[in-house]
């Protein structure tokens, strides 16, 4: 496993950008796929996207298509999410995640794909 420390949520108006940063130690980072999910107060945690270990390939939300765009930096051991046109509906606390024992593909939108998480980090998004 691996430790994962989540930062950059907050406050911002709808419509407005926050970026999202995961912070990695432990294994070798650029050897597994990371993803980032949410969940909001009552909510079930969803799927929001996903990125393979050499940055190959991206997978998305439906919900989140278009306004998010998930990125990694392996020399910095880092993965982000920068989220823009943010809606009220995107309120809520944002976890990084990390498969490190290479479920693969199938199990990227999926929480049981991954065995290391963060701590979460709040958005808020105001209307």
């Known amino acids: 496993q691996v430790q994962l420390v989540e930062s950059g949520g907050g406050l911002v108006q709808a419509g407005g950008s926050l970026r999202l940063s995961c912070a990695a130690s432990?294994?070798?980072?650029?050897?597994?796929?990371m993803g980032w999910f949410r969940q909001a107060p009552g909510k079930e945690r969803e799927f929001v996207a996903a990125i393979t270990s050499s940055a190959g390939s991206t997978y998305y939300a439906d919900s989140v298509k278009g306004r998010f765009t998930i990125s990694r930096g392996n020399a910095k051991n880092t993965v982000n999410l920068q989220m823009n046109s943010l809606k009220p509906e995107d309120t809520a606390v944002y976890y990084c995640?990390?498969?490190?024992?290479?479920?693969?593909?199938?199990?990227?939108?999926?929480?049981?794909?991954?065995?290391?998480w963060g701590q979460g980090t709040q958005v808020t998004v105001s209307s």
């Open positions: 995640a990390a498969d490190t024992y290479y479920s693969g593909p199938l199990y990227y939108t999926r929480g049981s794909g991954y065995d290391s």
């Open positions: 432990g294994r070798t980072f650029s050897s597994y796929a």
